[in-house]
């Protein structure tokens, strides 16, 4: 049965509703960041750009580095905007626009976040990199889909337990990043951990302004957070929203953060512009190995 106009909106060209994209504008392999200006920071080590446009915050832009083809598109901020972005670029491989059927040979992509993050452990140190081996949803979006499939419950009941979760809240899930993208991006200057990804940036990450939250403990209930030699290393919005949408979906997913700041030891980078250079190349050169 074709999908309705409704739940499959299509702009008046053809493209996909949001990211204002056509099947044939992106690649197989896809570097996600959060911040548009950074789409130039890493298409401009491109050896050429093929396809530029954008919508909104979604700002998307195709071409080659080292023979290959990548595409890069920028999210926003937060679980919700990937819940759009991965969603619609699912529908761009595996849904045929003429007919409104999905595909019966479904594609895999290659979806690889390139983030910055603040640490949360002593031992992953200011201008470091950390791939996430796990994303942890405090947010509660993909509690929306099927999920039993790709949740580990016995790392969520543990983090239930040490943290003393609110029962108001969410349930927390817990989603495993793709091995063979772990695989390619790791190195031995690299770090690993379970990604916290939270439903914004102040409450929701233990900031107080003028709104008091609702645990005050528990940023430091997070740090002290271990289960099976897993501890979580990094907060920040999106992670977990990736890994599960992927996972769902059938695409391999890799979160890989550039640490500008040191909670545990209260550090801050010297160059942060810098690092977020560095893990660019980095990431663009594993990628292309």
């Known amino acids: ?10 702009n008046p060209d053809g493209s996909i509703y949001h990211l204002n994209l056509k099947p044939e504008h992106i690649a197989n392999t896809i570097i996600l ?10 298409t401009s080590n491109f050896d050429s750009i093929e396809f530029k446009t954008q919508k909104r915050e979604f700002k998307t832009q195709t071409g080659h ?24 670029i699912d529908a761009l491989v595996n849904i045929d626009f003429s007919t409104r059927q999905i595909k019966e040979n479904l594609k ?32 509660g979006m993909l509690h ?29 899930i817990v989603v495993n990043g793709s091995k063979k993208l772990l695989k390619k991006l ?14 914004g940036f102040y ?15 528990l940023n ?3 740090d002290a957070f271990m289960f099976n030699n897993i501890c979580v290393s990094n907060f920040e919005m999106e992670t977990s929203a990736i890994f599960g949408l992927a996972k769902l979906l059938g695409h391999e997913a890799m979160s890989i953060n550039a640490i500008i700041a040191n909670r545990a030891v209260g550090t801050f980078s010297k160059n942060p512009a810098k690092t977020i250079e560095n893990l660019i190349t980095y990431t663009l050169n594993k990628i292309t190995e």
């Open 144 to 172: 929306s889909y099927q999920i039993n499939s790709i949740s580990n419950s016995d790392i969520e009941d543990a983090f239930i337990k040490q943290t003393n979760w609110h029962s108001n809240k969410s349930r927390p």
């Open 220 to 222: 430091s209930k997070m």
């Open 65 to 88: 580095f080292k023979g290959k083809r990548i595409t890069v598109i920028s999210t926003g901020i937060g679980p919700d905007n990937i819940d759009i972005v991965l969603n619609e």
């Open 33 to 42: 960041v959060g911040d548009q200006d950074r789409i130039s920071k890493v």
């Open 108 to 139: 895999s992509l290659n979806i690889i976040r390139i983030g910055t993050s603040g640490s949360l452990q002593e031992h992953i140190p200011v201008d470091g990199f950390v791939l996430s081996t796990h994303g942890l949803d405090i947010n």
């Open 203 to 217: 409450g929701p990450q233990g900031r107080v302004l003028r709104l008091p939250v609702q645990d005050a403990e």
């Open 1 to 10: 049965m074709p999908i309705k106009e409704s739940e499959l909106i299509l």
């Open 186 to 199: 790791e190195s031995d200057i690299t770090y690993k951990g379970l990604t916290a990804t939270a439903g």
